[in-house]
């Protein structure tokens, strides 16, 4: 797939989840359910934390849905919101024991006898014992109530221009200069090898890959710097270096 087809394809996934996302006058609202407070118009809301977000979820009848995610603008903006629910996903579980499509477990817990987690999305099912999950329907400071619409809109995607990227875990706002021997190490981006002497930062405080002989001109960068960047270096017995680096977006790469 060429680089302009995958950036439409990237758009058109933006746009789709643009259409789910309402904006209140505190947080940004991903709704599983397109206007759900309408079609149940009897039923209240509960809103439980997990991690950074918070799920909304509806009893029916003595069944659980999850019909939306709350983003609050303290912590997340609009384009932070995309990008989390590219890489992130909240879901009551049926098997107790068993998360489906995921990479990695986040948090779990158990509320009137049912399994919430937060996972990284994936490929992969991930066996768990929800016993070790923390029953939190008494203790826990949940909010119920209904949504009140009136004071709604729809979200707006604007630029934000931050770049945040998270070098071995530690997570930083500045692209670092990591140098590398061209020869014998390897850098991958989201499964491609670039072949460069060193990463360091690019306009509008991007990532640029470079060599030595053109310091000026990256022979690739990112696409878009409002993401999140994942960089894990490693050293092997041989002194051959490792960067694995894994974003959202595709690289824009100015010369093969």
């Known amino acids: 797939m060429e680089i302009i087809e995958f950036d439409r394809l990237k758009t058109k996934v933006d746009e789709g ?3 789910k996302i309402r904006e209140f006058n505190d947080y940004y609202e991903y709704c599983f359910i397109p206007e759900y407070e309408g079609k149940y118009s009897d039923c209240e809301t509960d809103t439980i934390q997990m991690n950074k977000v918070h799920a909304v979820t509806l009893e029916i009848k003595g069944r659980f849905l999850l019909v939306g ?3 609050f603008k303290n912590t997340f903006s609009i384009e932070e919101v995309i990008n989390w629910l590219t890489i992130y996903n909240i879901n009551y579980v049926d098997n107790q024991s068993l998360v489906q499509n995921a990479s990695e477990l986040l948090k779990g817990v158990r509320f009137k006898g049912n399994v919430l987690v937060l996972y990284k999305k994936g490929n992969k099912k991930i066996n ?3 016993i070790d999950f923390p029953e939190i329907t008494e203790i826990y400071n949940f909010s119920r109530g209904k949504v009140d619409t009136s004071k709604s809109k729809a979200a707006r995607k604007e630029p934000l221009g931050r770049l945040v990227i998270h070098l071995n875990d530690e997570e930083m706002y500045e ?3 990591l140098e590398f021997s061209i020869d014998k190490d390897y850098i991958i981006c989201n499964g491609t090898l670039i072949k460069a002497d060193y990463i360091d930062s690019y306009k509008n405080n991007s990532i640029g890959f470079y ?3 053109d310091p000026i001109n990256p022979i690739a960068s990112l696409i878009d710097i409002c993401t999140e960047v994942y960089i894990e270096i490693s050293e092997r017995e041989d002194g051959v270096n490792f960067c ?6 595709v690289i824009d790469p100015y010369e093969i």
């Open 211 to 213: 060599r030595n002989d």
């Open 244 to 249: 694995f680096i894994d974003y959202k977006f």
């Open 175 to 177: 692209v670092p200069r």
């Open 69 to 71: 995610i709350q983003f």
């Open 17 to 19: 989840v643009m259409e």
């Open 128 to 130: 768990f014992n929800y």
